[in-house]
């Protein structure tokens, strides 16, 4: 088929100078988040021939922060080996091969920012971190060295691959240093040019500085160098050439011999060429370099927007460069590149890959400078996942990072051919749905509420609706229009309209023609339709059925409403799920069997998965609605909620689940049978979408920033994990990071500064708080990083010794000694001077006047007699009024202008120096009490003290202040103080409003009861908010009186019961009883009443089932399901007598036959005395219909069915109704057949047909009875329960006797005991058992009693042709249609691989696809071990139903024991004792068998009988 599991993998990390790296061979490895990547590149893939050579192999999992470094070990013979640093403060060793880590450690103290294994040391890696600390750590030996060069960040370190104990060094801030390890980190060369980060630094691949001649000057002849390649015999100098990139835009060469730079290149300002890039993102610049080797006179670099650039060192003064992918528009990255890395594939092909922010891994070849492939990834939680329905094989995903993917899934030349949507979304993409006809038109929702629709054909923005939701968008669906969607006529309608449900609760309704106009709530039409009062439930869920005729709506409390069109009425309520329902899916239309259709899966935050089965509710219209509480099927496993569902469109009932669990499960749902379980994934699954095309490959998203295509028939668990197992991939799944809150850097200067600066390479998912931007720091992050002040060195570090006195010029010990010294006499006595002067002096009012009256003694004259020119001149004069504005604080001698200006100028002082309350005072002394108003309103510094002044201003003043205040108070948060404030104007709806916008509902609520009407509605809406808060956030109880008091009983019963508690329900129950709720009432009591049965509590739940009238049916039925549970413990035939049950104590009788103590306990306890009542009691439980069982149907759920029956049964029989006792007695009988549990079968008849059925056949009367068929089949069950006793009675070694047969010992002659042995053939014979024994010589005679006789000859009501005939023709249509499924997925797959291998072909025949397809596992063939055509099974089929057709409906209605079954167990039986069964009814068994028992189990045994 050619079809293989992918991934599509987290994005690489940005801002690290080396997270990705590669080895010769093929094997490439990126660091996405906590974990690294493996891709085989190369013919090692093992990828079909034709598609991209490379493969996502696995993943190195065990940081628990993100990984900030990655290298392997390029030494031959360790290739396997690889190293990683992280956050989490650790450096770890790996084996890819086995994905282990082999060691690690944890030397670092701070963030780690670089590693490199040396290419010269096989054992050696060094590592930098953010303080400047370098570590060099030996493998083998265990050993590592520490080494402290600069107090500078270390953004990137290289080892020399020419000299062993050489490493470059790069800064945050420019600097380029080349140190020598084997000398204690000495610095040999500090190289000074670059202004700003060091991104990368390359070491040219050969030794010597021969290879460039970079000086004209210098170099006045230039040697030949052909084809950029340097000739071997070029001899070598001491010395090496280092290239650095660096965020000042400039990639500098340089020689170590010189220690100077001897070639600059400036990047070029390139015109940007079909880049999908969103112009409003700043990006910042990073410039990574790559030095083939082989190749010194060539350098790749990376540029501003995502180009490639090769550039030609051959001569220095012209600038001059290749671009990568010239040719080819839109094959380069649109965003900025991080890092380059070498690759050489197995069939020695030179390859170069790049990780950049658009979140692609490129792959170019460097003979071409093409890009070969591309490996898409996703920076954020895969929310979302649709199939195109029309474009079959396009893959949908909506992911946190802010954009939509299309993957073509079934390219046949690329297998990741994923085209990428951003325009318009800028949110998290939480929703997806394609319109289920219109070609490329994608419906999309996102977390901050919006609704759009792609045209995904065009390069247009959306189209985004005009509507937002105020929360999350949860699903989208596709629907036919209801009616009060648009006023236009008909023909204005389109024929399909999108359904949007939001976090909010509720679901609108956009029109696709005009998604500018408002969307309609969906909520008034379902109030006006169905007359609801009360309150809408709030919708988490939406989902249309095929036939767009049903809409399903999920709740919060776990309810789903069922709706019918076109006025969406109510005509269903499902009260199954007790949480939030997450998840609805209809099954499909197609496939053997259309009544499948009406299925209906459901998920919810409960790890339980409901499948109803909607049919009956569906055809048969109710006038009022109908309350489900049994579902058809029940998929129990998953330990985490359920966050998604879908059915197979390639089988019948086959379901697929996602789970928080960490795993998706498929299921088998009519059998309720999990098939296999997939477990590739590191967190909660969020999505789940089966391929339209392939029945094996399903395709699943996660928080784990991955998407997983893989095959069902690959995964080795066939259920959810459990126990210990589910702890491991818990464990497994918390080991992913978490979002942490971003802290900014203090500037401390004392002691060990624990790291708080946010990484360069900050996680994605801390980034999905924030938006899809990016999941780097941007760039404002990085430049408010650069203007913090450096800390001196050896402050920051852990380490004491760093700062050695050799360092610092002078002796410490006299440091250390001085500095006690200072602390003794200067900082001490500072301190109680100035807590003296606090206490006995208040600040001065007139500082600034004070202070210029206490100037020199010339000064004060001067002041002297400009104040008496001022007061005595009679005309003004100008130097006058200058003097007296420079020394203002004459005002206080002089007129009422100048001390006005005195005072605004010490107003300023206080001001200027933080003491605005002076200020007002001084304002207050002027009377300008207004000014001080407003300006302490302007500037925020109302006090209470000024708000208690301002009625002096007047009453619109005091009014406007207080308004003022209370806002300010809000900015303050102090919103209860504001509150009270607007209260004392007499604004209580302002106070009530502002309180309830804050979420101080409680004050809110005292208030407006304090002041406001009984009846004022503000009222009653504070309480529903408070209450739906309160609901969300888990407080029931609090949110139920919240309820009560807004007169909303039916809110407040409901949300107590949502707990699900026994104590919660029953307390919802009685106070539903008690405001008249009675239905509500009744559903809520029997519910605590089934929690009670499943803790065995039967005490209680008769309790509960008193709280209401309308359940004395169940109470009923409790009873009976009590005493048949004792029954069975005192027989000890259920799982053991539990100690923790409560009986009743109801009078025991045990002597008695089992009916007459049931309505003996009837009569006593619920006074059923007579047949009205009895009537009355039958009528309410006969509305009741459970599902039929099967083999999962759990036991506790089973017996409950059973007894709900038999409480028919015996409720009919009470009031003579023997046809419905038969029918009750017939359908518990069935239950427990169809189970497979024929003990309790068993019970059922001794306890109900203790005599057998002949009473019951005397109370029918006549043979032409209408429940004489069912009379018929329930006679027929209860033969055949005796028959496999009788059986069973004789199976042992010793055959004993019984009511059957009468067993007696004879003694036999040692003739006989020969004779006997030799009529044993040697297949049969035990070496052991043929020895003979001395107590061996007996030999047992078995002969029938009467009751025996009687038994087998009532046998022959098992052998009914009829019966038989229609058992027949039934399993002829079950092979037909098993056989028609296998051939239809046989097809499939034969398609698919044609198509994959050579390409669709539509010109193929259309009769081929009605070939016979031959399997060698499952296939139905002739005896001849020929295939069958599809005209024979079809002719089959049509045979099979004409003969069911000819059967009368009492047959088919009143299933019947398996004949052939029953033959098979008499012959054998008559096989072992001649003369137990006739030869009349051996000869009919034998009949029955050769005519109808042409399935193989059959013809086998009935081989094996007759010979």
Same mark, same amino acid.
């Given at each position: 088929m050619g079809q293989e599991p992918r991934t599509l993998p987290p994005s690489p990390n940005w801002y690290c100078s080396r997270c990705s790296d590669a080895v010769p061979g093929g094997l490439f490895g990126f660091a996405a988040r906590t974990s690294v990547f493996l891709v085989r590149v190369g013919p090692g893939a093992d990828v079909i021939p034709g598609t991209s050579p490379f493969r996502v192999i696995g993943e190195l999992v065990g940081h628990t922060e993100r990984v900030s470094g990655f290298t392997f070990c390029h030494h031959p013979g360790q290739y396997n080996l690889c190293a990683t640093s992280s956050d989490d403060g650790t450096v770890k060793i790996w084996d890819v091969e086995t994905k282990t880590v082999v060691t690690e450690h944890a030397l670092h103290q701070h963030t780690i920012s670089a590693l490199h294994w040396s290419p010269l040391v096989k054992d050696l890696l060094v590592s930098g971190d953010e303080k400047g600390v370098v570590f060099c750590y030996w493998l083998n030996r265990n050993d590592s060295q520490h080494l402290f060069i600069e107090p500078r960040t270390i953004f990137c370190l290289t080892c020399s691959p020419h000299h062993e104990d050489l490493v470059a060094i790069g800064y945050k801030d420019g600097i380029v240093v080349i140190i020598d390890i084997s000398k204690k980190g000495e610095v040999i060369h500090r190289l000074r040019g670059h202004d700003d980060e060091i991104h990368s630094i390359a070491w040219c691949p050969l030794p010597g500085e021969d290879c460039l001649f970079t000086n004209q000057e210098e170099n006045s002849e230039e040697l030949e160098i052909p084809n950029g390649k340097v000739i071997a015999q070029t001899p070598v100098k001491k010395g090496c050439y280092l290239a650095t990139g660096s965020k000042d835009q400039t990639i500098r060469i340089w020689s170590c011999s010189r220690g100077r730079v001897v070639m600059t290149l400036k990047l070029p300002f390139l015109k940007r060429r079909g880049g999908s890039i969103d112009p409003t993102v700043k990006e910042r610049l990073w410039l990574t370099l790559h030095w083939p080797k082989g190749q010194p006179t060539q350098l790749v670099s990376s540029c501003f927007g995502g180009e490639l650039l090769l550039w030609d060192l051959t001569q220095s003064w012209r600038r001059k460069y290749t671009l990568f992918s010239a040719s080819s528009e839109g094959q380069n990255h649109s965003r900025i590149v991080f890092n380059l890395c070498p690759l050489q594939t197995e069939d020695d092909k030179q390859l170069l890959l790049s990780t950049s922010m658009d979140r692609d891994v490129k792959c170019w070849d460097m003979a071409t400078l093409e890009c070969c492939w591309t490996l898409p990834s996703l920076g954020g939680f895969a929310y979302s996942l649709a199939f195109s329905p029309v474009d079959t094989g396009c893959l949908a995903i909506g992911a946190g990072d802010g954009m939509i993917r299309i993957w073509n899934t079934f390219s046949i030349k690329n297998n990741y051919d994923v085209k990428i949507f951003w325009q318009g979304v800028k949110s998290k993409v939480t929703a997806l749905c394609w319109h289920p006809t219109k070609e490329g038109c994608l419906a999309f929702g996102t977390d901050d509420g919006k609704v759009g629709l792609y045209d995904t054909y065009s390069n247009k923005p959306p189209q985004i609706s005009s509507t937002y939701h105020k929360k999350t968008v949860y699903s989208l669906a596709w629907g036919p229009p209801v009616p009060s969607m648009a006023p236009g006529g008909e023909g204005d309608r389109p024929s399909l309209t999108l359904y949007s449900c939001g976090g909010e609760g509720i679901v609108l309704q956009h029109n696709p023609w005009k998604l500018s106009g408002e969307a309609f709530d969906i909520n008034k039409l379902i109030r006006d339709t169905n007359s609801i009062k009360y309150k809408l439930p709030v919708h988490t869920e939406i989902s249309w059925k095929a036939d767009g005729k049903i809409m399903a709506l999920g709740n919060e409390d776990g309810s789903i409403e069922i709706f019918k069109v076109p006025n969406l009425k109510l005509i269903c309520t499902i009260q199954q799920h007790h949480k939030l329902v997450n998840t609805i899916s209809w099954h499909h239309e197609y496939g053997s069997q259309p009544e499948l259709s009406y299925l209906m899966a459901s998920g919810s935050n409960n790890a339980v998965i409901y499948v109803h089965n909607l049919q009956t509710v569906i055809e048969s219209n109710p006038e009022s609605p109908v309350t489900i509480t049994e579902p058809y099927r029940t998929l129990s496993g998953h330990t985490a909620k359920i966050t998604s569902l879908a059915w197979s469109p390639h089988h019948d009932g086959r379901l697929i689940s996602a789970s928080y669990d960490g795993t998706a499960q498929v299921w088998d749902t009519l059998q309720e049978e999990p098939l296999c379980n997939f477990r590739g994934h590191r967190g909660r699954l969020l999505c789940i979408a089966w391929s339209p095309l392939?029945?094996?490959?399903?395709?699943?998203?996660?928080?784990?920033?991955?998407?997983?295509?893989?095959?069902?028939?690959?995964?080795?668990?066939?259920?959810?994990?459990?126990?210990?197992?589910?702890?491991?991939?818990?464990?497994?799944?918390?080991?992913?990071?978490?979002?942490?809150?971003?802290?900014?850097?203090?500037?401390?200067?004392?002691?060990?500064?624990?790291?708080?600066?946010? =990484?360069?390479?900050?996680?994605?998912?801390? $980034?999905?708080?924030?938006?899809?931007? %990016? =999941?780097?720091? !941007?760039?404002?992050?990085?430049? *408010? /990083?650069?203007?913090?002040? *450096?800390?001196?060195?050896?402050?920051? !570090?852990? *380490?004491? @010794?760093?700062?050695?006195?050799?360092?610092?010029?002078?002796?410490?010990? $006299?440091?250390?000694?001085? =500095?006690?010294?200072?602390?003794? $006499? $200067?900082?001490?006595?500072?301190?109680?001077?100035?807590? +003296?002067?606090?206490?006995?002096?208040?600040? !001065?009012? +007139?500082?600034? !006047?004070?202070?210029?009256?206490?100037?020199?003694? /010339?000064?004060?004259?001067?002041?002297?007699?400009?104040?008496?020119?001022?007061?005595?001149?009679?005309?003004?004069?100008?130097?006058?009024?200058?003097?007296?504005? %420079?020394?203002?604080?004459?005002?206080?001698?002089?007129?009422?202008?100048?001390?006005?200006?005195?005072?605004? @100028?010490?107003?300023?002082?206080?001001?200027? =120096?933080?003491?605005?309350?002076?200020?007002?005072?001084l304002m207050l002394w002027k009377g300008d009490l207004k000014g001080v108003l407003q300006t302490a309103a302007e500037r925020g510094e109302l006090t209470d003290h000024l708000v208690a002044m301002a009625p002096v201003a007047g009453y619109h003043v005091w009014v406007w202040a207080v308004e003022a205040f209370a806002k300010q108070l809000c900015f303050q948060d102090q919103y209860v103080k504001a509150a009270s404030h607007l209260l004392s104007i007499h604004k209580v709806y302002d106070a009530v409003e502002l309180l309830k916008a804050n979420h101080f509902y409680r004050e809110a609520i005292a208030i407006a009861k304090a002041r406001l009407r009984p009846e004022d509605p503000i009222l009653k809406d504070l309480y529903l908010s408070w209450g739906a808060i309160l609901e969300k956030d888990g407080h029931y109880a609090l949110a139920a009186k919240c309820y009560l008091g807004g007169t909303s009983a039916y809110d407040a019963a409901k949300v107590l019961a949502k707990k699900g508690d026994v104590a919660s329900l029953r307390t919802a129950a009685e106070l539903a009883s008690i405001v008249g709720e009675n239905e509500l009432s009744a559903t809520l009591a029997l519910r605590c009443a089934q929690e009670l049965l499943l803790a065995r509590n039967w005490v209680g739940a008769q309790e509960a089932l008193q709280l209401h009238e309308s359940l004395k049916g169940q109470r009923l039925v409790f009873c009976l399901l009590e005493l048949l549970s004792k029954h069975l413990e005192e027989k000890q035939l259920s799982e053991g007598k539990s100690s923790s049950s409560s009986y009743n104590a109801w009078p025991a009788g045990s002597e008695r036959p089992f009916v007459e103590r049931v309505t003996a306990v009837w009569k006593s306890a619920f006074s059923l005395d007579s047949p009205e009542q009895s009537q009355a009691a039958f009528q309410q439980l006969q509305d009741i219909k459970y599902p039929s069982a099967t083999s999962n149907t759990p036991s506790k759920q089973l017996l409950l069915h059973i007894c709900h029956d038999l409480t028919l049964a015996v409720l009919s029989q009470q009031v003579a109704s023997w046809d419905a006792a038969v029918e009750g007695l017939l359908r518990a009988v069935i239950r427990s057949y169809n189970s497979g549990n024929f003990t309790i079968m068993q019970e059922v008849h001794s306890a109900f047909l203790p005599e057998g059925c002949d009473h019951l056949r005397d109370k029918l009367g006549g043979h032409q009875s209408p429940t004489t068929p069912a009379f018929k089949s329930l006679e027929a069950f209860f033969i055949y329960g005796r028959l496999y006793e009788f059986w069973w009675s004789l199976s042992g070694p010793c055959p004993k006797s019984s009511i059957w047969v009468r067993a007696a010992h004879r003694r036999t002659t040692s003739v006989e005991q020969s004779q006997q042995l030799d009529n044993v053939s040697p297949e049969e014979t035990d070496p052991k058992a043929s020895q003979p024994e001395p107590s061996r010589n007996l030999e047992l005679d078995v002969t029938l009693t009467e009751e025996g006789e009687q038994m087998l000859n009532a046998c022959k009501e098992l052998l009914s042709e009829k019966h038989a005939g229609f058992q027949n023709a039934q399993r002829t249509i079950a092979e037909v249609q098993d056989t028609l499924a296998e051939m239809i997925r046989q097809h499939q797959k034969s398609q698919l691989c044609k198509a994959t291998a050579n390409g669709p072909d539509k010109n193929e025949p259309e009769q081929k696809a009605e070939q016979s397809l031959s399997s060698p596992q499952n296939q139905c063939k002739e005896e001849k071990n020929e295939p069958v055509s599809l005209p024979e099974l079809t002719k089959r089929i049509t045979e099979a139903n004409e003969r069911i057709a000819k059967f009368p409906e009492s047959t088919k209605t009143w299933p019947f024991p398996d004949v052939l079954e029953c033959c098979l167990v008499l012959l054998h039986i008559g096989s072992q004792y001649s003369g137990f069964v006739t030869q009349e009814m051996q000869q009919q068994a034998q009949e029955l068998l050769q005519k109808y028992g042409s399935t193989k189990v059959y013809k086998r045994h009935y081989q094996t009988l007759c010979t």
């Amino acid at each position: 088929m050619g079809q293989e599991p992918r991934t599509l993998p987290p994005s690489p990390n940005w801002y690290c100078s080396r997270c990705s790296d590669a080895v010769p061979g093929g094997l490439f490895g990126f660091a996405a988040r906590t974990s690294v990547f493996l891709v085989r590149v190369g013919p090692g893939a093992d990828v079909i021939p034709g598609t991209s050579p490379f493969r996502v192999i696995g993943e190195l999992v065990g940081h628990t922060e993100r990984v900030s470094g990655f290298t392997f070990c390029h030494h031959p013979g360790q290739y396997n080996l690889c190293a990683t640093s992280s956050d989490d403060g650790t450096v770890k060793i790996w084996d890819v091969e086995t994905k282990t880590v082999v060691t690690e450690h944890a030397l670092h103290q701070h963030t780690i920012s670089a590693l490199h294994w040396s290419p010269l040391v096989k054992d050696l890696l060094v590592s930098g971190d953010e303080k400047g600390v370098v570590f060099c750590y030996w493998l083998n030996r265990n050993d590592s060295q520490h080494l402290f060069i600069e107090p500078r960040t270390i953004f990137c370190l290289t080892c020399s691959p020419h000299h062993e104990d050489l490493v470059a060094i790069g800064y945050k801030d420019g600097i380029v240093v080349i140190i020598d390890i084997s000398k204690k980190g000495e610095v040999i060369h500090r190289l000074r040019g670059h202004d700003d980060e060091i991104h990368s630094i390359a070491w040219c691949p050969l030794p010597g500085e021969d290879c460039l001649f970079t000086n004209q000057e210098e170099n006045s002849e230039e040697l030949e160098i052909p084809n950029g390649k340097v000739i071997a015999q070029t001899p070598v100098k001491k010395g090496c050439y280092l290239a650095t990139g660096s965020k000042d835009q400039t990639i500098r060469i340089w020689s170590c011999s010189r220690g100077r730079v001897v070639m600059t290149l400036k990047l070029p300002f390139l015109k940007r060429r079909g880049g999908s890039i969103d112009p409003t993102v700043k990006e910042r610049l990073w410039l990574t370099l790559h030095w083939p080797k082989g190749q010194p006179t060539q350098l790749v670099s990376s540029c501003f927007g995502g180009e490639l650039l090769l550039w030609d060192l051959t001569q220095s003064w012209r600038r001059k460069y290749t671009l990568f992918s010239a040719s080819s528009e839109g094959q380069n990255h649109s965003r900025i590149v991080f890092n380059l890395c070498p690759l050489q594939t197995e069939d020695d092909k030179q390859l170069l890959l790049s990780t950049s922010m658009d979140r692609d891994v490129k792959c170019w070849d460097m003979a071409t400078l093409e890009c070969c492939w591309t490996l898409p990834s996703l920076g954020g939680f895969a929310y979302s996942l649709a199939f195109s329905p029309v474009d079959t094989g396009c893959l949908a995903i909506g992911a946190g990072d802010g954009m939509i993917r299309i993957w073509n899934t079934f390219s046949i030349k690329n297998n990741y051919d994923v085209k990428i949507f951003w325009q318009g979304v800028k949110s998290k993409v939480t929703a997806l749905c394609w319109h289920p006809t219109k070609e490329g038109c994608l419906a999309f929702g996102t977390d901050d509420g919006k609704v759009g629709l792609y045209d995904t054909y065009s390069n247009k923005p959306p189209q985004i609706s005009s509507t937002y939701h105020k929360k999350t968008v949860y699903s989208l669906a596709w629907g036919p229009p209801v009616p009060s969607m648009a006023p236009g006529g008909e023909g204005d309608r389109p024929s399909l309209t999108l359904y949007s449900c939001g976090g909010e609760g509720i679901v609108l309704q956009h029109n696709p023609w005009k998604l500018s106009g408002e969307a309609f709530d969906i909520n008034k039409l379902i109030r006006d339709t169905n007359s609801i009062k009360y309150k809408l439930p709030v919708h988490t869920e939406i989902s249309w059925k095929a036939d767009g005729k049903i809409m399903a709506l999920g709740n919060e409390d776990g309810s789903i409403e069922i709706f019918k069109v076109p006025n969406l009425k109510l005509i269903c309520t499902i009260q199954q799920h007790h949480k939030l329902v997450n998840t609805i899916s209809w099954h499909h239309e197609y496939g053997s069997q259309p009544e499948l259709s009406y299925l209906m899966a459901s998920g919810s935050n409960n790890a339980v998965i409901y499948v109803h089965n909607l049919q009956t509710v569906i055809e048969s219209n109710p006038e009022s609605p109908v309350t489900i509480t049994e579902p058809y099927r029940t998929l129990s496993g998953h330990t985490a909620k359920i966050t998604s569902l879908a059915w197979s469109p390639h089988h019948d009932g086959r379901l697929i689940s996602a789970s928080y669990d960490g795993t998706a499960q498929v299921w088998d749902t009519l059998q309720e049978e999990p098939l296999c379980n997939f477990r590739g994934h590191r967190g909660r699954l969020l999505c789940i979408a089966w391929s339209p095309l392939d029945p094996d490959c399903i395709y699943s998203g996660a928080d784990d920033f991955c998407v997983y295509k893989w095959l069902t028939s690959m995964q080795e668990h066939s259920r959810p994990p459990q126990g210990k197992k589910s702890t491991e991939l818990e464990k497994k799944r918390l080991s992913q990071p978490k979002p942490k809150p971003k802290k900014k850097k203090k500037p401390t200067l004392r002691g060990p500064v624990k790291q708080e600066l946010c =990484n360069g390479n900050e996680e994605e998912s801390v $980034k999905e708080s924030s938006g899809p931007v %990016e =999941n780097g720091v !941007s760039d404002q992050e990085t430049e *408010e /990083e650069a203007r913090e002040p *450096e800390l001196p060195c050896g402050v920051t !570090s852990a *380490e004491p @010794v760093i700062c050695t006195p050799a360092s610092l010029g002078f002796d410490k010990s $006299k440091v250390t000694i001085n =500095n006690k010294v200072t602390l003794l $006499k $200067k900082e001490a006595p500072k301190e109680k001077p100035e807590a +003296l002067i606090k206490k006995r002096k208040a600040r !001065s009012m +007139l500082p600034l !006047s004070t202070s210029l009256d206490h100037r020199s003694k /010339e000064e004060l004259h001067q002041d002297c007699l400009v104040l008496a020119t001022a007061k005595h001149s009679r005309e003004p004069k100008e130097d006058v009024s200058a003097d007296l504005e %420079e020394r203002f604080h004459l005002g206080l001698f002089t007129d009422r202008a100048t001390l006005y200006r005195m005072i605004e @100028v010490e107003g300023k002082g206080h001001l200027e =120096n933080g003491h605005p309350e002076l200020f007002h005072q001084l304002m207050l002394w002027k009377g300008d009490l207004k000014g001080v108003l407003q300006t302490a309103a302007e500037r925020g510094e109302l006090t209470d003290h000024l708000v208690a002044m301002a009625p002096v201003a007047g009453y619109h003043v005091w009014v406007w202040a207080v308004e003022a205040f209370a806002k300010q108070l809000c900015f303050q948060d102090q919103y209860v103080k504001a509150a009270s404030h607007l209260l004392s104007i007499h604004k209580v709806y302002d106070a009530v409003e502002l309180l309830k916008a804050n979420h101080f509902y409680r004050e809110a609520i005292a208030i407006a009861k304090a002041r406001l009407r009984p009846e004022d509605p503000i009222l009653k809406d504070l309480y529903l908010s408070w209450g739906a808060i309160l609901e969300k956030d888990g407080h029931y109880a609090l949110a139920a009186k919240c309820y009560l008091g807004g007169t909303s009983a039916y809110d407040a019963a409901k949300v107590l019961a949502k707990k699900g508690d026994v104590a919660s329900l029953r307390t919802a129950a009685e106070l539903a009883s008690i405001v008249g709720e009675n239905e509500l009432s009744a559903t809520l009591a029997l519910r605590c009443a089934q929690e009670l049965l499943l803790a065995r509590n039967w005490v209680g739940a008769q309790e509960a089932l008193q709280l209401h009238e309308s359940l004395k049916g169940q109470r009923l039925v409790f009873c009976l399901l009590e005493l048949l549970s004792k029954h069975l413990e005192e027989k000890q035939l259920s799982e053991g007598k539990s100690s923790s049950s409560s009986y009743n104590a109801w009078p025991a009788g045990s002597e008695r036959p089992f009916v007459e103590r049931v309505t003996a306990v009837w009569k006593s306890a619920f006074s059923l005395d007579s047949p009205e009542q009895s009537q009355a009691a039958f009528q309410q439980l006969q509305d009741i219909k459970y599902p039929s069982a099967t083999s999962n149907t759990p036991s506790k759920q089973l017996l409950l069915h059973i007894c709900h029956d038999l409480t028919l049964a015996v409720l009919s029989q009470q009031v003579a109704s023997w046809d419905a006792a038969v029918e009750g007695l017939l359908r518990a009988v069935i239950r427990s057949y169809n189970s497979g549990n024929f003990t309790i079968m068993q019970e059922v008849h001794s306890a109900f047909l203790p005599e057998g059925c002949d009473h019951l056949r005397d109370k029918l009367g006549g043979h032409q009875s209408p429940t004489t068929p069912a009379f018929k089949s329930l006679e027929a069950f209860f033969i055949y329960g005796r028959l496999y006793e009788f059986w069973w009675s004789l199976s042992g070694p010793c055959p004993k006797s019984s009511i059957w047969v009468r067993a007696a010992h004879r003694r036999t002659t040692s003739v006989e005991q020969s004779q006997q042995l030799d009529n044993v053939s040697p297949e049969e014979t035990d070496p052991k058992a043929s020895q003979p024994e001395p107590s061996r010589n007996l030999e047992l005679d078995v002969t029938l009693t009467e009751e025996g006789e009687q038994m087998l000859n009532a046998c022959k009501e098992l052998l009914s042709e009829k019966h038989a005939g229609f058992q027949n023709a039934q399993r002829t249509i079950a092979e037909v249609q098993d056989t028609l499924a296998e051939m239809i997925r046989q097809h499939q797959k034969s398609q698919l691989c044609k198509a994959t291998a050579n390409g669709p072909d539509k010109n193929e025949p259309e009769q081929k696809a009605e070939q016979s397809l031959s399997s060698p596992q499952n296939q139905c063939k002739e005896e001849k071990n020929e295939p069958v055509s599809l005209p024979e099974l079809t002719k089959r089929i049509t045979e099979a139903n004409e003969r069911i057709a000819k059967f009368p409906e009492s047959t088919k209605t009143w299933p019947f024991p398996d004949v052939l079954e029953c033959c098979l167990v008499l012959l054998h039986i008559g096989s072992q004792y001649s003369g137990f069964v006739t030869q009349e009814m051996q000869q009919q068994a034998q009949e029955l068998l050769q005519k109808y028992g042409s399935t193989k189990v059959y013809k086998r045994h009935y081989q094996t009988l007759c010979t």
